[in-house]
């Protein structure tokens, strides 16, 4: 059961899609339940691997996003730099 939270992010897809494929095979395999309640349980693993899916993608946009922020504050820095330079030796 803990075994999520043990993985790393970049592997909850992969893991999500393992344990609904496992679900969805025993759900299938039960012939004690019946159609419609499967049906129901089936949407609703589907819908949650759906969520963590979109989580997952929306992470990842969200690394870019601030990967892209960190290099164009670091060249907002570096652009400053020569002309701090410049400007603290002819003052003196």
Known sequence: MGEPAQQS???LPATANRLFQEAKEQIELSG???IAIKHKVLEN???MYEIVLR???S???LQIQLERARAHSIDQVLAKIPSLTASSLTNR
């Open 55 to 57: 989580l997952s993608e």
């Open 59 to 61: 992470r990842q946009t």
């Open 9 to 11: 992010m970049a592997t």
């Open 45 to 47: 693993l589907a819908a």
């Open 32 to 34: 004690n339940t019946d």
